[in-house]
């Protein structure tokens, strides 16, 4: 399943635990689909977790990449904030929320201060907010 998906990382027991797992290790990260240092999981992790995890962000880089032109790299809030808009165009933010993995209730604004940094980043327009739904913009 992971063979053809090319994971970097400079983790050595990380590497050889990869590759024990079928993944196809590469030397750099410039030729990689995923760089697992990038992924923030909590251990102890079950293969099928991992896997899982792994599949998501090869996946997601597809999205990325269509909505930016090209391979960039986001903090990991921000990127969940641009596939959940990418796949839910004019969604409400107690569903963004629940969509990055957060309470719908939740007092904390984080999502708000991420959509914040995406604008001041790539542009007001970028992520646009219609009527209380937000949609991707233009960059």
Same mark, same amino acid.
């Given at each position: 399943?992971?063979?053809?998906?090319? *994971?970097?990382?400079?983790?050595?027991?990380?590497?050889?635990?990869?590759? @024990?797992?079928?993944?196809?290790?590469?030397?750099?990260?410039?030729?990689?689909?995923? *760089?697992? @240092? @990038?992924?923030?999981?909590?251990?102890?992790?079950?293969? @099928?977790?991992?896997?899982?995890?792994?599949?998501?962000?090869?996946?997601?880089?597809? *999205?990325i990449r269509d909505v930016f032109g090209r391979d960039v790299v986001l903090p990991e809030l921000q990127?969940?904030?641009?596939?959940?808009l990418y796949k839910n165009p004019n969604i409400q933010i107690s569903e963004l929320k629940t969509a990055v993995g957060l309470s719908p209730d939740i007092t904390t604004h984080s999502v708000e201060n991420a959509i914040y940094q995406l604008r001041k980043t790539y542009g007001h327009d970028f992520i646009i907010n219609e009527n209380g739904g937000y949609k991707i913009g233009r960059i």
């Amino acid at each position: 399943m992971m063979e053809k998906i090319k *994971i970097y990382t400079s983790d050595k027991y990380w590497n050889r635990i990869l590759m @024990d797992l079928g993944a196809c290790v590469v030397d750099s990260s410039d030729v990689a689909d995923v *760089i697992f @240092d @990038d992924i923030n999981f909590n251990a102890p992790i079950s293969v @099928d977790e991992l896997q899982n995890i792994i599949l998501s962000v090869f996946n997601n880089n597809d *999205i990325i990449r269509d909505v930016f032109g090209r391979d960039v790299v986001l903090p990991e809030l921000q990127r969940k904030i641009i596939v959940a808009l990418y796949k839910n165009p004019n969604i409400q933010i107690s569903e963004l929320k629940t969509a990055v993995g957060l309470s719908p209730d939740i007092t904390t604004h984080s999502v708000e201060n991420a959509i914040y940094q995406l604008r001041k980043t790539y542009g007001h327009d970028f992520i646009i907010n219609e009527n209380g739904g937000y949609k991707i913009g233009r960059i």
